[in-house]
């Protein structure tokens, strides 16, 4: 277990700024992911603690000790890149075990690490294959293996399951994530994909054009989002970030209140839809204007005023286009954003 800690961290390169002063602390034996779209600096991030890039400035310390000055192997971190790579000319077992060889474990040690990883992995009746033999689930395991095998306390990952399908992409994140837990590792782990970044972190950093935009638990993150970026990039559909005119949704007569707010964000999930003669019941008209049925669910696009407002109903709920509905939604849903994009709370004064 290992404290990561990035103490005013930036890089440029010329007149381009990839990250600007970055403040980030990762407790140790979490799972800490880094989070953005692409060009916003979780990659040059990652590689700065790796120590495959120089920060411009700042320090990076694991576990209180300054280790900007040190190479990638003397910081007592393993990596998982990407395309893996793998010796595709290496058994799985010479894979694995092909930094210790390098490191002058010596063999009886070698053995015992081999074998636990591998038994830990589901990877012991696979050592004797090549690379091209496996499926790309089990190169992501050996992979894996060759960074448990170091017993480092950090380990790194950028994007390693972006070239795996859907299905085993959703399988190797609960692996990895139990995994993680079972032996106590301190995990910083590269994403563009919510669904990961929500589904296994304890510590969410979203980025967004060089700096941190917000560091928070999954939860926290979705139910209070810092900003309107924040607010549209997590969520599935996103956040409705509605434009507000004197309290009003713009457009209409439909006063949301919210003081000196620009914007009004609101869930999908958050609204509820009624038929057109329930006014005592849903105070806000509208109009179905598109739908998208997805089984479960059903994502209606409504006309309020001169917005359109995403509703996530019940997928068996039958409203056709063109319809006139009613919608509702809790005061305790909304969230308020001022003209800088950022929260000005769950109501704002």
């Known amino acids: 277990m290992s404290l990561i800690e990035l103490d005013g961290v930036a890089k440029s390169w010329g007149a381009t700024t990839a990250l600007g ?11 800490c992911v880094l989070l953005g779209p692409s060009g916003c600096g979780k990659s040059t991030t990652l590689r700065i603690i790796a120590g495959l890039e120089t920060a411009t400035a700042g320090s990076v310390r694991i576990d209180g000790r300054e280790v900007g000055h040190l190479p990638p192997a003397e910081r ?52 004797d294959r090549r690379p091209a033999q496996l499926s790309g689930g089990q190169q992501q395991r050996v992979a ?58 304890d510590q969410v950093v979203l980025l967004h054009q060089g700096r941190v935009e917000q560091c928070a638990t999954p939860r926290e993150m979705y ?31 439909v006063g949301v209140g919210g003081g000196s707010a620009r914007c009004m964000g609101l869930r999908p999930e958050a609204i509820a839809v009624f038929p057109d003669d329930a006014a005592e019941h849903a105070p806000v008209p509208a109009e179905v204007v598109g739908q998208e049925y997805l089984g479960a669910d059903l994502v209606l696009r409504c006309q309020v005023g001169s917005e359109v407002l995403t509703v996530r109903a019940p997928g068996p709920q039958q409203v056709p286009t063109g319809a006139r509905v009613r919608l509702a939604w809790h005061d305790a849903d909304t969230h308020f954003f001022g003209g800088d994009g950022l929260r000005l709370g769950a109501r704002a004064a």
């Open 76 to 127: 007592g971190i393993a990596m998982v890149f990407q395309n893996y790579a793998l010796f595709p000319h290496l058994t799985v077992a010479e894979n694995i075990g092909f930094g210790l060889s390098v490191r002058k474990v010596p063999a009886a040690e070698a053995a015992r690490r081999l074998a636990e990883a591998a038994e830990l992995l589901g990877l012991t009746g696979l050592l």
């Open 21 to 31: 002063a970055l403040q980030l602390r990762i407790e140790p034996a979490t799972f």
């Open 144 to 201: 894996l293996g060759r960074a448990l095998v170091a017993q480092a306390k950090v380990c790194l990952m950028d994007e390693p399951l972006s070239n795996l399908d859907a299905q085993l992409r959703q399988e190797m994140r609960s692996e990895l994530r139990e995994l993680q837990l079972r032996l106590g590792l301190t995990v910083v782990y590269v994403t563009h994909d919510q669904a990961e970044a929500m589904s296994m972190a």
């Open 223 to 253: 139910a209070r989002p810092a900003s309107r970026f924040a607010a549209r990039f997590i969520g599935t559909p996103a956040m409705n970030l509605i434009a507000l005119e004197h309290g009003r949704i713009a457009g209409s007569d």
